[in-house]
Every structure is written in structure tokens, then in C-alpha cells.
């Protein structure tokens, strides 16, 4: 099932089949020409790749697509000059990252979003994910976020992938 994602403002709405759900986007706002760096959302089909979740926090989220428990090093490339570019790695890692196994919660459920991916094109943009939005749906670095019962909600629905749209 694709959920579309509409902008409203600083936040936006995820709609899937007759459910609405009120998420954060990017702080860049939502844009065709994303480029790395920039806090945007890819506008476009995201299809969803993986499910990665915090097991030490969270029963197993059913889900549509493949399911993997993440650990303390676990990360993500975002560093274009590095060949592991927009891919995971094991850390520590000598390249710019984000590490995946983080204390605020944001990343206890993450769906990793097909953006950049395939291929992947060095500085087009890297780690955009479905995660768990911050209480005040704070702006993203360019994920799609949502409140974690929501988030949990629309996987067990059986999402597929996201259709963002523009503003």
C-alpha cells in the first residue's frame, strides 16, 4: 500500500487509505532537485526498502518488507566523497555518518526510503527515512517523520512505499 504525503506548512500529512496521520518533513521543504546537505524531502515515489528497529525498545513492527534489528554499530554514509556513499556501515567509520542506534528515540523504528539508491549519484541526498518524529514535529534533515504509535500504525498496514508531493 503507498501512502501519499501532502505538505502543510512546516509539517504535512501522510494519507493512507482513509487515515490521515499529521508528519514532519524536511526543514528544506520538499523539493524535485534535492542535493545533500540541503534538509529538503524528495519530492517523488519513495518506495519503502527495509524496516531497521531498536529490539533492546520494541517488539518486532510487522511490516510489508524485510525487517532487520539494528545495534549499537550500526550507521549510514551521508559523506558524497566516501565510497559507501548513502549505504550502511559498521562503525566506527572514518567517513561523515549517522549512527543509527541513537538515544532519543527518533530512530527506534526507521524505514529506509528508496531515494538515491539506484543508482546512487554522489551528493543527490542520503538517508531519507520514515522514522519517529520529535514531540513538536520538528523539522527533518529531509525524512518523512511520524509519532511512533502512527508510525508503527501505518507499517502494520501494510505500507509500501510513499508518493510525496509538492507544497
Not at 62 to 78: K, N, S, Y
Not at 86 to 103: D, K
Not at 128 to 157: E, K
Request: aromatic share 6%.
Amino acid at each position: 500500500m503507498i501512502g501519499t504525503v501532502v505538505p502543510a506548512g512546516a509539517t504535512g500529512h501522510l494519507m493512507l487509505g482513509r487515515e490521515v496521520y499529521r508528519c514532519a518533513l524536511g526543514r528544506g521543504g520538499v523539493r524535485a532537485e534535492k542535493a545533500e546537505g540541503d534538509g529538503a524531502t524528495p519530492f517523488g515515489p519513495l518506495p519503502l526498502r527495509r524496516v531497521l528497529f531498536r529490539a533492546d525498545r520494541l517488539a518486532p513492527p510487522p511490516c510489508a518488507v524485510p525487517l532487520e534489528p539494528i545495534g549499537p554499530a550500526d550507521g549510514w554514509c551521508d559523506d558524497p566523497a566516501d565510497p559507501a556513499y548513502n549505504r550502511p556501515v559498521s562503525l566506527p567509520y572514518p567517513g561523515r555518518h549517522e549512527e543509527l542506534w541513537r538515544t532519543d528515540g527518533l530512530y527506534d523504528v526507521v524505514g529506509v526510503l528508496g531515494w538515491n539508491d539506484a543508482p546512487v549519484v554522489r551528493g543527490r541526498g542520503s538517508a531519507i527515512f520514515l522514522h519517529v518524529a520529535r514531540p513538536d514535529y520538528a523539522p527533518t534533515a529531509g525524512c518523512v517523520a511520524l509519532m511512533l504509535p502512527d508510525l508503527l500504525q501505518v507499517l502494520r498496514a501494510g505500507l509500501s512505499g510513499l508518493e510525496v508531493r509538492a507544497g
